[in-house]
């Protein structure tokens, strides 16, 4: 009897110890499936080729500053008191147009003063000219003595030079007049009023500000890479979001001609600092604009776009290629469909399209969209964009 029991026993520990490998195999053999297929497993990815292509860069500007070369402040060049305005604001004006005219009553007095003292001096002159003349008679007879004849001599010389200066003096009151009436110091319109009739001003106050905007300039400051396929002379599309009549700095009637939204100007590119022929990690580019329809002035807007109008070839991969705000890395899919993190040197993009100045070669398939979770090393399945259908 317990011969049969000793054997049960044995029978029941034999098949729970096989019973346990058997769990045992199973586990790491599944635990290999598992490891075998993570190995193996291929995240479906969307990718684009790097290519030649025509590219017309795009630059987004937070803000731009634009400037008028010809601007500047009409001034009182005497005292006096303003008797009346002959433009309004926002008038056009010429050189040298009268503004306003000047009122000071001092000025009329000097001036009557300074005609009698020249009228003094002219009889002073005559009167020494006389003595001088017969001096010069009574020696030729040797009816006077040469210390005597050199003393008119010398009052006349001195009656001479006080003509001259009582008249320098009448002429000066009577520009000091002249000054009563302000002109305009360039052409163009009347921006800014600063001072109203009846104020009493001095001399040297500004009066008015005077402006020609049918040319306005603003600079950007531009790496190399973002320059190099600049041309004197080439023209550029910026692009203003919002009305830009709005906000406007010098409350003129400019924005006449505005059509309202997404409004269309062209630059011109004037000047390069330094020249491209000499290298520079930052050049200073200098545009100008046909303000000419008069929707612009000389201050501050914002989220401008600037588009260049002359299109040029390189080699281009999409923008969302890009895996940051850096542009400086992207995921390349090699031949065995592995993913390599590389990094690239980017020039400019036309909110599509980026250029690839290093890093890449034409062919070099680059994922582009969703990089979460991507990782270097990562196998995965591409399907070129335009062939996801």
Known sequence: MKRYFYIGVAVIVAMAFAIVAYGAWLNYSDENQIANRMDNRRVQLIGAKAKIQELRPTLSLPSIRFSSRNMTDAVALTDGRILRWYVDKNSPISKGQPLLSMANEQIPLRIQQATSAVSRAEAMLAQTY??????????????????????????????????????????????????????????????????????????????????????????????????????????????????????????????????????????TLKE???????PANMRRSVWEVDNTTRLLEPMTYTDVTMRTNKPYYCLAVPLKAMIDKSHDKVFVVDDEGILQLRNVVTGPDDGKQIEIVSGLQPGDVVAVGNFEGLSDGMKVDITLEGDEG
């Open 272 to 278: 390069i600092v330094p020249p491209l022929s000499q």
């Open 130 to 267: 006389s003595s001088y003349q017969r001096q010069g008679r009574l020696l030729a007879k040797n009816a006077t003595s040469q210390e005597k004849y050199e003393e008119a001599q010398a009052q006349y010389l001195a009656a001479q030079q006080a003509l001259l200066e009582a008249q320098a003096q009448r002429d000066q009151v009577i520009v000091q007049q002249g000054w009563l009436t302000v002109t305009a110091p360039i052409s163009g319109e009347v921006l800014v009023i600063y001072q109203r009739e009846g104020t009493y001003v001095q001399a040297g106050t500004p009066v008015a500000l005077v402006g020609d905007f049918d040319n306005l300039t603003f600079s950007l400051n531009l790496q190399d890479v973002d320059s190099r396929h600049l041309e004197l002379g080439q023209t550029t599309e910026l692009t203003f979001p919002e009305r830009i009549a709005v906000g406007k700095a010098y409350d003129t009637d400019y924005g006449a001609g505005n059509t309202g939204w997404n409004q269309k100007i062209t630059a």
